[in-house]
């Protein structure tokens, strides 16, 4: 385990990293491009490189998906270290919220005014590949680049798509995170290590009201929004490691799956969890109404050191089989219409580099992707960190990436299982109608393509 007697060894290097992480515009809005325009006129000169071959000033755009501090810290501090890097180059960032980054992407690129480099979703990949400007990056980065070695196959694999390499990963990883004060108050000393023992602490976790309303849920689960979420390391605990097939057909009325849904009704039904968490971003464990969670992303821990306050949190290997649990995040890539191709691809190398790695992880809170990368992001807490760094290798993503994604979660399994939750539908009749209503939404997508 990577985990202990790293805080005094990594702090040359948390120094370097956090100071990066300092500084630059905290607005979460589109000013920053401006801002940073006008830097760029100010400062543009010409560079030299470690030979001392001189290169006339270039000027890459990059996007990056996302609101609030650390995503500006990181993507000033991905733009501070190419320039360090190499000095001709100059980064013009845009830091853009999630709500509006994809449409705001097909904006741009049906207009040709799309970023030389950008963050793309796990998910969405698929279809800003299918779209033709994704650069395929195994043809253009160099045969002995490390990150074929640094960087665990089951990571590079989520940046990957129909046999080829889109980009690579910052990673969102995600542990059982439960509050050590609760446990304390509840009498329990050790996270839970299987299903069994889960159901068993959320009843002793769940705490109501007089009139018997859910006032801190036992375990967190989501029932609106990103229910897959939920229902994945659930999966992993009945032992399904996937929700569909090579070909993207659907593994929902698998035996595991129907048990896997009749196990997280009952939390529902049994009164055990705060039912009106709707996303991630609004967890009802982050917003400390849940004891426990399976569905936090480890990108969330910064944000909890000034609400819930790190001390009280606790992080364990998921109760799975292998400890593992959903993998995602987001993926680094190119826009294969980028002027400056060769520059692009240096700038692109020091971001998804061991330096680049590292700022993601102290700046944003992305699991970094890198081995080597990992004792800086170690060493901010060992107990917390490391234990989120030890999943990485092993965590899975739903099957292939696929590029029905968004039929499936938003048109068949949502409204779906929101009526199995609530009881509108039994279980098995539920995801049999998901299933029909994916393969019809997969059908039209086909036609329409």
């Known amino acids: 385990m990577l985990k202990k007697g790293l805080a005094w060894t990594m702090a040359a290097i948390m120094m370097f990293s956090l100071a990066a992480c300092q500084g630059g515009s905290t607005t979460g809005s589109e000013t920053t491009a401006a801002q940073t325009k006008a830097e760029v006129r100010e400062t543009e000169s010409e560079g030299t490189d ?10 890459i755009t990059m996007w990056w998906p996302g609101s609030g501090e650390g995503y500006e810290q990181l993507a000033k501090g991905f733009a501070d270290l190419v320039h360090e890097t190499y000095d001709w180059i100059t980064i013009d960032y845009l830091v853009v919220p999630w709500g509006d980054y994809d449409s705001k992407m097909n904006v741009a690129f049906a207009g040709g005014t799309a970023p030389d480099i950008f963050g793309v979703g796990m998910n969405p990949l698929p279809n800003y590949v299918q779209t033709g400007n994704l650069l395929e990056l195994e043809n253009y980065l160099p045969k002995d680049w490390d990150g074929w070695e640094d960087i ?10 129909e046999g080829h390499f889109y980009g690579v990963m910052m990673c969102d990883v995600r542990p059982l995170i439960y509050r050590k004060d609760l446990f304390e108050k509840a009498g ?18 769940t705490e109501r009201d007089e009139n018997g309303k859910v006032t801190l849920a036992g375990f967190q689960i989501g029932t609106t929004g990103y229910v897959d979420n939920t229902l994945y390391p659930i999966a992993l605990m009945h032992g399904q490691d996937r929700l569909w097939d090579n070909d993207y057909n659907l593994l929902m009325l698998e035996p595991a799956m129907l048990d896997t849904v009749e196990y997280a009704k009952r939390f529902v039904t049994e009164g055990l969890c705060d039912y009106s968490d709707a996303t991630i971003g609004t967890s009802a464990f982050a917003a400390g109404n849940a004891a426990m969670s399976l569905n936090t992303s480890c990108n969330e821990l910064g944000n909890m050191r000034e609400t819930l306050r790190l001390e009280k949190i606790g992080i364990a290997v998921p109760p799975t089989e292998g400890g593992s649990n959903f993998l995602g995040g987001t993926i680094v890539s190119v826009n294969n219409k980028a002027e400056n191709m060769e520059d692009v691809l240096l700038a692109y190398q020091v971001m998804t580099g061991t330096k680049g790695c590292e700022l993601a992880g102290l700046c944003a809170g992305f699991c970094p992707p890198r081995k080597s990368s990992l004792p800086a992001y170690i060493a901010q807490d060992p107990d917390i960190y490391g234990v989120v760094a030890d999943i990485l290798p092993t965590a899975k993503t739903y099957g292939p990436l696929n590029p029905y994604f968004a039929d499936f979660r938003n048109l068949a399994l949502l409204p779906w299982m929101e009526k199995i939750y609530y009881g509108k539908v039994e279980v098995k009749e539920g995801l049999e109608n998901a299933c029909r209503d994916y393969d019809e939404a997969r059908k039209l997508r086909d036609e329409n393509n």
């Open 50 to 59: 470690s030979s001392g071959e001189k290169h006339e000033p270039v000027t």
């Open 152 to 161: 665990p196959q089951n990571v590079l694999e989520c940046g990957s798509f």
């Open 188 to 205: 329990l000393t050790e996270a839970p290590k299987n299903k069994e023992e889960l159901w068993d602490y959320a009843q002793k976790l």
